[in-house]
């Protein structure tokens, strides 16, 4: 073999290493890749059935609810437009009350419910991720706008 074709097949074995590589550092990427959902988008069935994700809203008042001899608990999250419930099995951080902001990651059941692997709460009464504040807004947005406004129900 002639050294210039000997170079030529180092050059092609190395591309090859480096796709190998490209394709592994991808594949972590894309596995370990969580995306953040509002409750609307889950009931509009935006969020992905078979794949973890994160939901995050508002705890719903009076939805918090403690099952006697364990650490399982069960709450709804809202944006104010929909409201998904969440059952969670583990230890809820300090912050963690009803009305306040909670992210919760894990996947949707077949019944419809969340069923977390871990929950977050906010920790600053005035920071809400841009992502939450913008979905909850948009969400208040669309249900003000189903609604008859005041004037046409005068009417």
Same mark, same amino acid.
């Given at each position: 073999? #002639? ?5 030529? /097949?180092?050059?092609?074995? %190395? *591309? +090859?290493?480096? &796709? ?8 972590a ?8 959902f ?6 509009? #069935? ?5 794949? /973890?994700?994160?939901?995050? %809203? *508002? +705890?719903?008042? &009076? ?7 364990s ?13 998904i ?16 902001? +909670? ?9 419809g ?24 807004d ?18």
């Open positions: 073999m #002639k050294a210039r074709h000997r170079r030529f /097949a180092w050059i092609g074995a %190395g *591309l +090859v290493a480096l &796709g190998v590589a490209v394709a592994l550092v991808l594949n990427f894309q596995s370990n890749l969580v995306f953040f509002t409750p609307s988008q889950v009931a509009a #069935k935006e969020a992905p059935q078979a794949r /973890a994700f994160r939901i995050g %809203g *508002l +705890v719903e008042p &009076g939805s918090l609810k403690r099952e006697s001899n650490l399982t608990v069960q709450f709804r999250v809202t944006d104010t437009a929909q409201s419930p969440v059952t969670y099995t583990g230890l809820l951080p300090d912050l963690f009350k009803e009305g306040k902001g +909670v992210v919760a990651q894990g996947r949707l059941g077949s019944d419910s969340f069923h977390a692997t871990e929950v977050l709460a906010k920790h600053d009464e005035n920071y809400m991720p841009p992502e939450a504040k913008d979905a909850i948009q969400a208040q947005r669309k249900s003000a706008m189903s609604l008859p406004s005041l004037q046409e129900t005068k009417r």
